[in-house]
């Protein structure tokens, strides 16, 4: 199977919303905003393996779904 272009794309963002809340957290001092960035950036990804290992195509789009509500929040 190949790689799935989204779950790279994810994966590394994931990765810089890490930085993000250690950088929100160590320097500015800012730890609720920083949980929520850390728990709805990373919720992305996860929801997006999921959606890759979906029991049905209807599986497949709630899933994606749920990532899509997860990366406009953390847009927000």
Do not use: P, W
């Amino acid at each position: 199977m190949a790689e799935s272009i989204v779950a790279t794309k994810s994966y590394s963002f994931a990765l810089r919303v890490i930085k993000l809340y250690k950088h929100l957290t160590l320097e500015q001092r800012e730890f609720v905003l920083a949980k929520q960035v850390l728990r709805s950036g990373t919720s992305i990804g996860a929801n997006v393996e999921e959606a890759l290992g979906g029991q049905s195509k209807a599986d497949f789009r709630h899933k994606m779904s749920i990532a899509l509500k997860e990366a406009r929040e953390t847009s927000y």
